[in-house]
């Protein structure tokens, strides 16, 4: 049996009709072309699929579509703004904090809520942070490099 | 060079697509396609006796379900065993659907194409297969008893066998000389399997339009994919293409070729006239890829008063698990790179490889290197502690000297070449080191140890790469090459190397990389070999279109070639920048054209009508258009080196294991993008990391792999990973034009060397085996 739900996905409102068990993973890749979210273990421990519902971030392979009816979610498509990339992704990309960049847009998600709750964060915070993120390329030290300087853009440009 | 952009930490080409979304991964190709799911073994070793596909064929979606009995002759053959060896007396690969037996948890026994992954997935799981389970054979030491057997016609169990000798300067063998050295040690090193796990797993895309075959696949070959599948398919070549889109990193796993997936996919697009997409998902990438690095290694060595080795005699035992598609290069490798920065009096390594029902071992980043250095670096702790001397003096008694380059160890490479060291400077970079660490002024206390590491890594391994350059009629320069990307930044380096070869602004060069249809003979990207081998096609490929275009634009200026320089893409004569010609007008000129479509080639006719009515408008020997190709094969592989040192803390009580300082000196010759290059550091040491402290394959006795998840197999997260400190030593390599050696590899190889180094140092007992964890230590202190 499938379901009507509507997202508010980066702004917009889109309808789809799912089943219930569709992941919001799968939903917003194959349903409704969004796939910059990537899928990296669909067991909620890599972090690649991380979204933000309602400013929160959160797995969307864990998630059923159907749960988020009516809800705002913002994926990697939606981080840009219309003056161009947001102070997170000029970061990542001026400290190489990506290499394949498969893993990229889960850290994104995660590092502009991250920075939205705490914009002065300490090494310790970051790294805790970004600790439920796995990259398997960086080693993460230039994430750890790019979040600092996320948020001295963010300062800079407040 | 006029645009110095060699060198420089240029910000990465491909960023602003992979930051926005705009990636294109495998699973983002095709949203139409129809979906692919495997029905895989339960069991590691199991007689097929029926497949019942009755009760899935009511599923809504459902489209076809194969077993091997389906697959005609040509596609259901056993893959291609890739490299070939003598000493591999038993190679054995798998068949793309199992036959009559399945030997690992995980091999592929029955395909299903579905409208999407779900409705596929509910038919698999509805699919019966009756399997006669037999005895399994897991571990290394259950392996070589041979009671029971992975392969019915492979005694002992054993796949190859290889002795190799490098006699010492006075012609004695190892085994004469460590028998007659001053002092000896016996002793035995273990390397438990990880794996690569790179975030995306495989995958594959096919679309037959009933005469063409385009294929996409998560792969770092995408020419060899081409190949193979044109062969298991009897395609003519020309009607194949593959293509490598974004790739969501490799580390070795992606080299191997053909998948089954890539034969099946595409041969059941072209039965059913549709486009097919099969996604590996995690579970499937632990239980059906491939893993790496399980040996066990019993080293004999002797060495003289001041540590210096007179003799060394290494028995390796190689796990390479089910199958041999990708032959024997691990233990190959591992056994010619154990030498290090080091001369060896006389060396003997003989290594078995030996089957079990476990995932099959091919290359995992680092090759065999990991296990070698492990080996070379312990023996060297093991003889300082013997003769109660430093570590890094022993090392250093021991390193090839630096003006002793070539410098020829004697034995056969993994690519049939001699093993001859190109250049570097190993007491340099350990002085780096000890500096960069503070080796002399540690301070020791309890439960605090410092650790080191040494390597040499062949990089840049042949047979070839090329690279094509095309400047076209509005200035931009396209260069492709065949090999392909998942992650090193070859859009960016590659640009790089065009910029500075051409004189042209980075802004106008694109790089395409891994597509057939732009590049048809390449090798792949693997050993460390990209900037090496494609980086240097590329140069000598805008060479050659940087001569054409002076010529050209000499006849336009009515100069010397020899007296003209390319600034910002413009040809202009030295000293006199008003007698100047763009390339984009060079490109012109070098297409007598007839049409004009818009105002360049206007401007071509114009030319093409001057030109004198008794010469061909394309000269002979000429071709038209500005573009170049151009191969580089080298004579031998480049051989880059490291050094790594870290200190630890262990937990008194816990024994937990903290990395406090990771420090790397690294030399992979002329620097072509340093940012990048640190990049590959970082992701190397933190893979090390994973491999020593944390990743591990946990089979059971029955052969399950009972961590096949992300939940249990536990790669490291941001804190995990200690800050990497790095110094860069450059000794460029007089081997390719551009002076490059490999760095893809690098940060692995040593780190479980160094982290055993480190722990035996703070717990005053010898780490033989790694990787290992809190618990191990606690287990070792109390044994």
């Known amino acids: 049996m499938e379901h009507e739900i509507t997202l508010v996905v980066n702004g917009a409102a889109r309808r789809v009709r799912v089943p219930a068990r569709r992941l919001l993973s799968d939903c917003l890749r194959h349903d409704l072309g969004l796939t910059g979210t990537h899928v990296g273990c669909e067991h909620g421990v890599c972090g690649c699929c991380t979204v933000l519902l309602d400013g929160e971030p959160v797995r969307s392979c864990l998630t059923f579509a159907v749960t988020v009816d009516g809800r705002e979610i913002t994926t990697v498509e939606g981080l840009a703004g219309p003056d161009g990339l947001s102070p997170v992704q000029r970061a990542f990309a001026e400290c190489h904090g990506l290499q394949c960049g498969f893993c990229t847009p889960g850290f994104l998600c995660t590092v502009t809520a991250f920075l939205e709750a705490n914009p002065v964060p300490t090494e310790e915070e970051v790294l805790e942070g970004i600790s439920g993120n796995l990259c398997r390329c960086t080693g993460y030290q230039n994430i750890v490099k790019a979040v600092h300087r996320a948020a001295e853009l963010m300062a800079e440009e407040a | ?783």
């Not at chain 2, 698999?124 to 016609?153: F, M, N, R, S, T």
């Not at chain 2, 008003?578 to 006719?605: G, M």
Request: aromatic share 6%.
């Open chain 2, 1 to 783: 060079m006029t645009t110095k952009l060699f060198g420089e930490p240029v910000q990465r080409r491909e960023d602003p697509r992979l930051l926005t979304g705009g990636g294109r991964y495998l699973d983002d190709l095709g949203p139409d396609a129809l979906a692919a799911a495997f029905v895989r073994a339960p069991h590691a070793h199991a007689r097929i006796r029926d497949i019942d596909v009755g009760p899935a064929l009511d599923v809504e979606g459902l489209v076809a379900i194969y077993t091997w009995e389906d697959l005609p002759e040509r596609v259901g053959r056993p893959l291609p065993l890739l490299i070939p060896h003598p000493a591999l007396t038993h190679g054995r690969t798998a068949y793309p659907l199992a036959r009559d037996v399945v030997r690992h948890v995980g091999e592929p026994v029955v395909m299903v194409v579905a409208a999407d992954r779900y409705a596929a997935e509910d038919a698999c799981a509805l699919i019966e297969v009756d399997y006669e389970v037999l005895k399994p054979v897991v571990g290394l030491e259950e392996a070589v008893q041979g009671a029971a057997l992975v392969h019915e016609d492979v005694p002992g169990n054993v796949g190859a066998h290889l002795v190799q000798e490098v006699p010492g300067a006075d012609g004695r063998g190892a085994r004469e000389a460590i028998e007659t050295a001053p002092h000896t040690l016996a002793f035995r090193l273990d390397i438990e399997r990880s794996a690569s796990m790179p975030l995306e797993g495989r995958g594959v895309h096919a679309r037959w339009d009933g005469r063409d075959l385009r294929v996409h696949s998560s792969t770092q070959t995408s020419t060899s994919v081409r190949m193979a599948v044109a062969a298991a398919l009897g395609l003519p070549l020309p009607r194949v293409e593959v293509i490598a889109p974004d790739v969501g990193g490799g580390f070795g796993v992606k080299i191997v070729h053909p998948w089954p997936e890539e034969i099946l996919v595409p041969w059941a697009a072209m039965t059913l006239g549709r486009e097919i997409k099969w996604t590996e998902d995690r579970r499937e990438h632990f239980i059906s890829s491939a893993h790496e690095r399980g040996q066990v290694q019993y080293v004999r060595v002797g060495f003289d008063d001041d540590g210096r080795v007179l003799g060394l005699d290494v028995t390796i035992l190689h796990d390479h698990g089910a199958y041999t598609p990708y032959g024997i290069i691990v233990p190959i490798v591992t056994s010619t790179q154990l030498l290090g920065p080091y001369k060896i009096g006389a060396y003997r390594v003989e290594f078995s490889a030996v089957y079990t029902n476990t995932v099959q071992v091919t290359p995992y980043r680092g090759a065999g290197r990991p296990q070698g250095v492990f080996c070379m670096e312990r023996t060297m702790d093991k003889i300082a502690r013997h003769l109660g001397r430093d570590r890094a003096e022993v090392r250093a008694a021991n390193f090839i000297g630096p003006g002793e380059f070539p410098y020829d160890q004697g034995m056969t490479f993994q690519d049939g070449r001699p093993l001859i060291y190109d250049s570097g400077d190993y007491p340099e970079m350990l002085r780096l080191l000890k500096e960069l660490i503070g080796w002399d002024s540690f301070e020791r206390a309890p439960g605090r140890g410092i650790g080191i590491g040494c390597y040499v890594e062949g990089t840049g391994v042949g047979p070839y790469e090329g690279g094509h350059v095309q400047i076209t009629s509005d200035g931009r320069v396209h260069v492709s090459t065949g090999l392909t990307s998942q992650g090193q930044g070859h859009e960016t380096v590659f640009a790089q190397i065009a910029a500075s070869e051409l004189g042209v602004p980075i802004e106008r060069i694109s790089v395409v990389t891994g597509d057939t249809r732009r590049f048809g003979y390449a090798v792949g990207t693997f050993a460390s070999r990209a900037a090496v081998v494609s980086g240097s096609a590329i140069a000598l490929a805008c060479r050659k279109v940087r001569e054409k275009a002076l010529r050209i634009a000499a006849d336009a200026l009515e100069a010397d070639p020899a007296d003209l320089e390319i600034t910002d893409g413009i040809v202009h004569v030295a000293g006199a920048p008003n007698a100047a010609v763009p390339l984009s007008t060079v490109a012109v000129l070098a297409n007598p054209l007839r049409y004009a479509f818009d105002e360049e080639t206007a401007r071509a006719t114009q030319f093409a009508g001057a030109a004198a009515p008794d010469r061909p408008p394309v000269a002979e020997g000429e071709e038209p258009g500005l573009e170049g190709r151009d191969y580089y094969s080298p004579i031998r592989s480049t051989f880059a080196a490291g050094m790594h040192a870290a200190i630890v803390e262990t937990d008194p009580d816990t024994a937990e294991i903290r990395v406090l300082r990771y420090a790397v000196v690294h030399d992979c010759g002329r620097l072509i993008n340093p940012m990048i290059v640190e990049g590959q550091i970082h992701g190397g040491v933190a893979q090390g990391i994973g491999g020593a402290l944390y990743e591990r394959m946990a089979y059971d006795p029955h052969g399950q792999l009972v961590n096949a998840s992300f939940m249990d197999f536990l790669m490291p997260y941001a804190t995990e990973v200690p800050h990497v400190e790095t110094a860069h030593l450059e000794t460029p390599s007089p081997l390719n034009p551009l002076g490059v050696k490999g760095a893809g590899e690098a940060g692995v190889i040593p780190v479980s060397a160094v982290i055993a180094s480190a722990i035996e140092d703070a717990e005053g007992f010898p780490i033989d085996r790694m990787p290992i964890s809190p618990s191990d230590l606690f287990h070792l202190r109390t044994t």
